[in-house]
């Protein structure tokens, strides 16, 4: 008996090594130099109301946020922000929501490493904030809804239940789509492809000088290349329904229209790119296309900043484009990143929160955040850019199409994810590891399963 | 009588707040883990469905778990096997042979048991870097620069054992010290009567050594095949995070995906429970095989 019980508690032990092993990157990561920043005052009172922000540091910065907070204390007296803006927001804030400490407001886009977001929005943990649309811009005479680009907060992101509410509210967009050295393409006397057709030509062109056509950070940036291409081969209908996992979807000419593009991209890529594409290395992989290894990327106008203090090739110049249609002519996409901002169903202050989230779309705060490159989807905002950022942001008026959305939410599915399967099967693509075949199988049978379970 | 009874009154007020505290700390979460595999939630909500061994039917139907299953089992098996030889050999060589240096190198082979994991998967992921990394320098000098490198981090049929490469070279030096110091209270006589019998060094090792050290070589076995499964989850984060496509997932990294990714807390913790069971067994299957009479000297 006392050997058995030695054993179970040797056992035990390891399953509390465990626990350890996941504690370890928490603790690590919340002792970051621009970890927790908290308000040293955070005791609420009679006549001070205190609000909890959690917000992602991003590249665009801590500071950001803490000129936010200013601007939002000066115009609301009496209320106090405390703050919580962390690189690994989700370790930091993570352990706290476990033991019913919600954060009021939380910046958090979908697509993290941890998926809280999607956590949030699977478990119904979210506060409806339709009706901040309707709110009066503080300092303003409009309203949210008028200050924001239409169709911004007509998304499966930001209204997840297909109900017609929204529940998380757009903050930073980025056009996405493929970034390129402008100077190498000048320079070698190559024109940017305009169709996928173009593209497999440059691609036999650079192979032949030992440059590849194709590198990727890291899989996960094939969620905004994927849903725009979707759009390509098939229009937003089509699109619609791929992401609702509509039962023979990825059977389609159009589906397997877009897995034979990235199945012939694998075969163009940069072979080293899997061997990089983590967490830790995959600006190595971005760092082909400053170094002039490789030609194309996807990526989103971060990249820019991200990269700011690498060296790079002589002449190196940033170069943006959609991606290339799939027959002369055709719709081009360019994928429309955003981020989202929202409330727990459980905070304690949703009111001050929704005033703090109409606050972020005043022209002070678009102002703030616009001098880190921040841009909000407010009308007229892109107007305003100078630089690379004006580049960028003007690709929809060279005539690109704007995607927006993702795949729908499910009920969690056991051992499903349907972003492992569709993107990060790509590594496998690259390597061969897994023939196009196997990855339709995969995708088909993941779908098969999401789609009993959509919200 | 009254003695003894205010003899256990004292022992149990000592051993008490330990008794506690492992409880709190201990048993009751291992319990909770078990109650919770049989729920189907989201880790964050107070809505929890009670589906009884539902999860567990689930995980034994998922391919990415006997992926992970395959990867943690292949880690145990390489890492413990080449570890214990490497560090029995090593210890045996700097306690027995008149070898030059042998303080400095005692010292060389403990440095990597006091790098962090985060120190090591750094330095590891530079050596396996494709392009610049030693690994592949070292190896062109002998097959001549290829345009095709290895990927050590990017090849799904080699990259579970670049993990554990990492994983030898860090354990290495902590148990050749651990053996060092057994090996020194072994009787310098028992081996002086070997040679003057004629029995090789290699002889003197497998008859001499490890019979006498065997009860130190069994119970630190157990704690490091114990302890790999925890250590490979932490080399996985972060040197691949899993990848590429998955195939570096191990029991915790899965478990750690399922309940905090994928919103599945539940069928985490039955991966928590499956990981708990594995353990109890293998602690039980190597205490039963490595059980030899108790040898004194």
């Given at each position: 008996m006392r050997k058995v019980l030695s054993l179970a508690l040797t056992a035990a032990l390891s399953l509390s090594l465990a626990a350890c092993g996941g504690n370890t990157e928490s603790n690590s990561s919340s002792t970051s130099p621009d970890a927790t920043n908290t308000s040293k005052n955070s005791n609420s009172t009679a006549e001070t109301r205190t609000l909890k922000l959690a917000a992602l540091e991003t590249a665009y910065g801590s500071d950001v946020w803490k000129e936010i907070i200013s601007g939002f204390e000066k115009a609301n007296p009496g209320v106090k922000v405390e703050s919580t803006i962390d690189k690994s927001l989700e370790d930091v804030i993570g352990p706290g929501m476990k033991s019913g400490d919600f954060p009021d407001v939380i910046h958090l886009a979908v697509g993290q490493p941890?998926?809280?977001?999607?956590?949030?929005?699977?478990?119904?943990?979210?506060?409806?904030?339709?009706?901040?649309?309707?709110?009066?811009?503080?300092?303003?005479?409009?309203?949210?809804?008028?200050?924001?680009?239409?169709?911004?907060?007509?998304?499966?992101?930001?209204?997840?239940?297909?109900?017609?509410?929204?529940?998380?509210?757009?903050?930073?967009?980025?056009?996405?789509?493929?970034?390129?050295?402008?100077?190498?393409?000048?320079?070698?006397?190559?024109?940017?492809?305009?169709?996928?057709?173009?593209?497999?030509?440059?691609?036999?062109?650079?192979?032949?000088?030992?440059?590849?056509?194709?590198?990727?950070?890291?899989?996960?940036?094939?969620?905004?290349?994927?849903?725009?291409?979707?759009?390509?081969?098939?229009?937003?209908?089509?699109?619609?329904?791929?992401?609702?996992?509509?039962?023979?979807?990825?059977?389609?000419?159009?589906?397997?229209?877009?897995?034979?593009?990235?199945?012939?991209?694998?075969?163009?890529?940069?072979?080293?790119?899997?061997?990089?594409?983590?967490?830790?290395?995959?600006?190595?992989?971005?760092?082909?296309?400053?170094?002039?290894k490789a030609i194309f990327m996807p990526n989103g106008t971060w990249v820019v900043g991200e990269m700011g203090q690498a060296p790079r090739a002589e002449g190196f110049k940033w170069g943006f484009t959609a991606l290339p249609a799939v027959k002369a002519g055709g719709d081009r996409y360019s994928y429309t990143f955003f981020e989202q901002i929202w409330v727990p169903a459980k905070a304690k202050n949703a009111d001050l929160a929704k005033q703090f989230i109409a606050y972020l779309y005043s022209d002070e705060a678009a102002g703030i955040f616009a001098k880190v490159g921040a841009v909000q989807p407010i009308n007229d905002m892109a107007g305003k850019l100078e630089g690379d950022n004006k580049l960028f942001y003007s690709i929809y008026d060279g005539g690109a199409k704007a995607a927006m959305g993702a795949f729908a939410t499910t009920d969690p599915v056991e051992g499903v994810s349907i972003s492992d399967t569709v993107f990060g099967t790509v590594d496998s693509l690259v390597t061969k590891a897994k023939t196009q075949a196997q990855w339709v199988e995969a995708i088909t049978k993941a779908s098969d399963q999401l789609r009993g379970a959509l919200k | 009588m009254e003695i003894k009874k205010g003899q256990g009154r004292f022992i149990f007020f000592c051993v008490a707040p330990a008794i506690i505290l492992f409880v709190v700390f201990l048993i009751i979460p291992t319990i909770n883990v078990f109650r919770m595999s049989t729920y189907k939630w989201g880790g964050y909500t107070d809505d929890k469905t009670f589906v009884g061994l539902q999860n567990f039917e689930k995980l034994f139907q998922s391919d990415k778990f006997y992926q992970a299953f395959q990867n943690s089992l292949l880690l145990i098996i390489l890492v413990t096997i080449i570890t214990f030889a490497f560090a029995l050999v090593f210890a045996s060589m700097l306690s027995r042979e008149n070898l030059k240096g042998q303080n400095v190198l005692r010292v060389i082979f403990y440095i990597p048991n006091i790098l962090s994991v985060v120190v090591i998967s750094a330095i590891f992921s530079a050596i396996y870097d494709p392009n610049s990394g030693l690994l592949n320098a070292f190896l062109n000098l002998f097959r001549g620069a290829t345009s095709d490198p290895t990927l050590w981090l990017g090849d799904q049929k080699i990259v579970i054992f670049s993990l554990a490469g990492a994983m030898i070279w860090q354990a290495i030096g902590y148990y050749m010290v651990m053996y060092m110091a057994s090996m020194a209270n072994i009787p310098e006589s028992l081996y002086e009567s070997a040679d003057l019998e004629g029995a090789s060094r290699i002889h003197q090792f497998f008859t001499i050594t490890i019979p006498l050290i065997w009860t130190n070589i069994r119970t630190t076995l157990t704690f490091f095949v114990i302890s790999t499964i925890n250590m490979s989850f932490l080399f996985v984060v972060a040197m691949t995070g899993g990848g590429p496509d998955g195939s570096t997932e191990v029991f915790l990294s899965y478990m750690y995906k399922e309940a905090y990714t994928n919103s599945s807390y539940g069928y985490g913790m039955a991966i928590g429970v499956i990981v708990f069971l594995f353990s109890f067994a293998l602690a039980a299957i190597l205490n039963a095989v490595t059980r030899r009479e108790h040898l004194e000297y």
């Amino acid at each position: 008996m006392r050997k058995v019980l030695s054993l179970a508690l040797t056992a035990a032990l390891s399953l509390s090594l465990a626990a350890c092993g996941g504690n370890t990157e928490s603790n690590s990561s919340s002792t970051s130099p621009d970890a927790t920043n908290t308000s040293k005052n955070s005791n609420s009172t009679a006549e001070t109301r205190t609000l909890k922000l959690a917000a992602l540091e991003t590249a665009y910065g801590s500071d950001v946020w803490k000129e936010i907070i200013s601007g939002f204390e000066k115009a609301n007296p009496g209320v106090k922000v405390e703050s919580t803006i962390d690189k690994s927001l989700e370790d930091v804030i993570g352990p706290g929501m476990k033991s019913g400490d919600f954060p009021d407001v939380i910046h958090l886009a979908v697509g993290q490493p941890k998926g809280l977001t999607e956590t949030f929005i699977k478990d119904n943990n979210l506060t409806d904030l339709t009706d901040v649309l309707s709110m009066t811009v503080p300092g303003e005479s409009v309203t949210v809804k008028d200050k924001l680009i239409p169709g911004f907060t007509d998304t499966t992101i930001t209204n997840p239940y297909g109900d017609g509410k929204t529940f998380l509210m757009p903050m930073f967009y980025s056009p996405t789509g493929l970034f390129y050295n402008a100077d190498l393409l000048e320079k070698k006397g190559w024109a940017v492809p305009t169709t996928w057709d173009e593209m497999w030509e440059l691609g036999d062109k650079a192979k032949a000088d030992g440059i590849a056509l194709f590198s990727y950070p890291t899989t996960g940036y094939f969620d905004s290349f994927f849903y725009a291409l979707l759009n390509e081969v098939g229009g937003p209908d089509f699109f619609t329904k791929a992401t609702h996992y509509t039962e023979g979807i990825w059977q389609t000419p159009e589906a397997t229209q877009a897995f034979d593009i990235i199945n012939k991209l694998a075969s163009y890529t940069e072979k080293t790119v899997p061997a990089n594409g983590n967490k830790d290395n995959f600006t190595k992989n971005q760092q082909l296309i400053l170094d002039n290894k490789a030609i194309f990327m996807p990526n989103g106008t971060w990249v820019v900043g991200e990269m700011g203090q690498a060296p790079r090739a002589e002449g190196f110049k940033w170069g943006f484009t959609a991606l290339p249609a799939v027959k002369a002519g055709g719709d081009r996409y360019s994928y429309t990143f955003f981020e989202q901002i929202w409330v727990p169903a459980k905070a304690k202050n949703a009111d001050l929160a929704k005033q703090f989230i109409a606050y972020l779309y005043s022209d002070e705060a678009a102002g703030i955040f616009a001098k880190v490159g921040a841009v909000q989807p407010i009308n007229d905002m892109a107007g305003k850019l100078e630089g690379d950022n004006k580049l960028f942001y003007s690709i929809y008026d060279g005539g690109a199409k704007a995607a927006m959305g993702a795949f729908a939410t499910t009920d969690p599915v056991e051992g499903v994810s349907i972003s492992d399967t569709v993107f990060g099967t790509v590594d496998s693509l690259v390597t061969k590891a897994k023939t196009q075949a196997q990855w339709v199988e995969a995708i088909t049978k993941a779908s098969d399963q999401l789609r009993g379970a959509l919200k | 009588m009254e003695i003894k009874k205010g003899q256990g009154r004292f022992i149990f007020f000592c051993v008490a707040p330990a008794i506690i505290l492992f409880v709190v700390f201990l048993i009751i979460p291992t319990i909770n883990v078990f109650r919770m595999s049989t729920y189907k939630w989201g880790g964050y909500t107070d809505d929890k469905t009670f589906v009884g061994l539902q999860n567990f039917e689930k995980l034994f139907q998922s391919d990415k778990f006997y992926q992970a299953f395959q990867n943690s089992l292949l880690l145990i098996i390489l890492v413990t096997i080449i570890t214990f030889a490497f560090a029995l050999v090593f210890a045996s060589m700097l306690s027995r042979e008149n070898l030059k240096g042998q303080n400095v190198l005692r010292v060389i082979f403990y440095i990597p048991n006091i790098l962090s994991v985060v120190v090591i998967s750094a330095i590891f992921s530079a050596i396996y870097d494709p392009n610049s990394g030693l690994l592949n320098a070292f190896l062109n000098l002998f097959r001549g620069a290829t345009s095709d490198p290895t990927l050590w981090l990017g090849d799904q049929k080699i990259v579970i054992f670049s993990l554990a490469g990492a994983m030898i070279w860090q354990a290495i030096g902590y148990y050749m010290v651990m053996y060092m110091a057994s090996m020194a209270n072994i009787p310098e006589s028992l081996y002086e009567s070997a040679d003057l019998e004629g029995a090789s060094r290699i002889h003197q090792f497998f008859t001499i050594t490890i019979p006498l050290i065997w009860t130190n070589i069994r119970t630190t076995l157990t704690f490091f095949v114990i302890s790999t499964i925890n250590m490979s989850f932490l080399f996985v984060v972060a040197m691949t995070g899993g990848g590429p496509d998955g195939s570096t997932e191990v029991f915790l990294s899965y478990m750690y995906k399922e309940a905090y990714t994928n919103s599945s807390y539940g069928y985490g913790m039955a991966i928590g429970v499956i990981v708990f069971l594995f353990s109890f067994a293998l602690a039980a299957i190597l205490n039963a095989v490595t059980r030899r009479e108790h040898l004194e000297y």
